[in-house]
């Protein structure tokens, strides 16, 4: 990965009336990076993906697509966008729909229907698109996405509606085209699907962008214990439990807490038990634990 971004969004603020969408909103997404934008509905994230797109103007702040502003030739050039609900025609086949938007966006018609092979769907290229199933318009709609190998990908909840191996497959073509170099801003619900599928999350709530970073750097910073959860050899836990207290689970283990920083000194507490200990479980904090403690309202009443 290189620094060069490719989208930067500098103090971005987006009002409609009295109600602020984004409030002084700052990220940046680089050149073959993974960007998760998380948040619950409302959360300015559609807001985002429409500034972008050269949709909305800011009130404030400014936005910035491989160097060029958001709605010019260049923004346009270098953006695609896959939203939610994939809607083409659904009377064009497979191929005739991307030959229709690969002649919009000035690219070989031959060329590009070489993505339908790409996102696993070319054996259905002549069949119309009103017999697709929603995966298959959703592989037709990323391949549409990909014409013209585009800087900036914008995805907005793209897996929605997919089964478990269609995500899988999805996520596994969203990384080509990541390590192809293009920068991808992925908006989801889906937290334990995007884990281990990007390499940043950005965390929105109520307009503001509340959280930024890796996954490991935002759960350091909340200072979210790990769980190690012990078995005792035997069928009695009480000799254990009386030796390193926590919590006991059931009649075999007990659940400890710990900070990210103590972690060898607990292990190494627990292997000077021996026979004591059957075995050890480590369960570090997973998105969904990160999402909630950004997310959560303040204690003193204010507003995010």
């Given amino acids: 990965m290189t620094n060069e971004t490719l989208l930067g969004v500098d103090d971005l603020t987006i009002a409609f009336g009295s109600l602020t969408a984004l409030d002084h909103v700052s990220l940046s997404v680089q050149k073959g990076e ?36 958001p709605g010019s030739e260049r923004a346009r050039r270098a953006v695609s966008y ?105 908006s989801s619900h889906s937290l334990t699907e995007v884990e281990a599928k990007t390499d940043r999350v950005a965390i929105l709530s109520k307009g503001r962008l509340v959280a930024e970073g890796r ?3 935002l759960a350091g910073a ?19 439990h009386a030796k390193i207290g926590g919590r006991r689970l059931n009649g075999r283990s007990v659940e400890l807490d710990c900070g990210a920083g103590d972690k060898m000194a607990v292990l190494s507490r627990l292997a000077a038990l021996g026979d004591v200990v059957a075995d050890i479980e480590i369960d570090t904090p997973r998105l969904d634990d990160v999402y909630r403690h950004y997310s959560k309202p303040p204690t003193h009443g204010g507003a995010l």
């Fill in 215 to 217: 996954l490991a750097d």
């Fill in 34 to 69: 993974r960007l998760a934008l998380l948040g619950h509905n409302g959360a300015g994230k559609s807001t985002l993906f429409r500034a972008i797109l050269g949709f909305l103007s800011p009130n404030t702040g400014t936005i910035r697509i491989a160097d060029a502003a």
């Fill in 82 to 186: 896959l939203p939610e609900a994939v809607a083409f025609p659904k009377a064009l086949t497979g191929s005739e729909v991307i030959t229709y938007f690969a002649r919009l966006k000035g690219e070989p018609p031959r060329k590009t229907l070489e993505l339908l092979e790409t996102v696993g769907i070319a054996d259905a290229s002549k069949r119309r698109v009103g017999t697709y199933s929603k995966g298959m318009r959703q592989r037709l709609g990323l391949a549409q996405a990909l014409i013209g190998r585009p800087d900036l990908l914008l995805l907005d909840e793209p897996t929605s509606g997919l089964d478990p191996i269609s995500r899988g497959e999805f996520y596994d073509l969203v990384d080509r085209v990541a390590r192809q170099g293009a920068a991808v801003l992925l």
């Fill in 222 to 240: 909340a200072a979210l214990p790990i769980k190690v959860r012990v078995r005792a050899k035997g069928a009695d836990a009480d000799a254990l």
